[in-house]
């Protein structure tokens, strides 16, 4: 599947709010938005023109894709399965963004960000239980098992994001299990413990138009 591989400081730049996608970085000095909290590009110095209505609709359908690193066509095939589903869409959309694989490989803490947890996905160092999934969009379900297959629990890129505490606090819906480099999806994730700084109704209205 693809991906956006463009420099990811300019995205947060663009949405002006750190969207928490360079992991470490992002709680450093170095974070382009605490040096430089201004639209990338030459009249991005220009004072933010004001957004309404559909550029509002669309900063909110960007910033989801944005967190998640997923593109277009992905993102509307989630809306899409999500439409058909009965409840309410938004929640549903959410959902099944937090139960991809690389996103709860970031949420246990194996990795600082979810392009590391992609990357640790994709290169086969974990695993759903006990066998290798490479798929970062892989959707896990409550009983599921993640854990990080023997030959790399000694990697230091995961030694470090376990010790590393700026994923956040462990959600309700998920277990961890540090000492033995495993986790487990103990519910499906509610609206109220996505710590999401989105209005997902604002994406339903978009995409319903």
């Known amino acids: 599947m693809a991906r956006y591989t463009g420099p990811v400081c300019r ?26 909290n201004t639209p990338p590009g030459q009249h991005g110095a220009a004072r933010r023109p004001k957004i309404v209505g559909y550029g509002l609709q669309l900063r909110e359908k960007q910033k989801a894709r944005r967190i998640y690193g997923v593109l ?13 589903q009965p409840g309410v869409t938004g929640e549903l ?12 490989t ?11 947890a992609r990357q640790l996905v994709r290169h086969g160092h974990l695993l759903v239980n006990n066998k290798k999934v490479t798929i970062p969009s892989y959707q896990l379900k409550p009983g599921d098992r993640i854990s990080v297959r023997e030959k790399s629990r000694q990697m230091p890129v995961i030694l ?11 959600p309700p819906w998920l277990e961890l299990r540090r000492e033995q480099l495993e986790g487990g999806l103990l519910s499906l994730p509610q609206r109220a413990d996505m710590s999401l700084p989105l209005q997902e109704q604002m994406i339903v209205e978009l995409y319903s138009k």
């Open 11 to 36: 995205l947060c730049r663009r949405e002006g709010m750190k969207l928490f996608l360079k992991g470490e970085r992002c709680f450093s000095s170095k974070c382009a938005v605490e040096k430089r």
């Open 72 to 84: 277009e066509r992905q993102f509307r095939g989630y809306f899409a399965r999500a439409s058909r």
């Open 93 to 104: 959309l959410l959902r099944q963004l937090e139960l991809r694989l690389d996103t709860v």
């Open 106 to 116: 970031h949420r246990l803490g194996f990795a600082t960000s979810r392009a590391q």
């Open 160 to 170: 470090s994001a376990l010790e590393f505490g700026g994923h956040g606090t462990l």
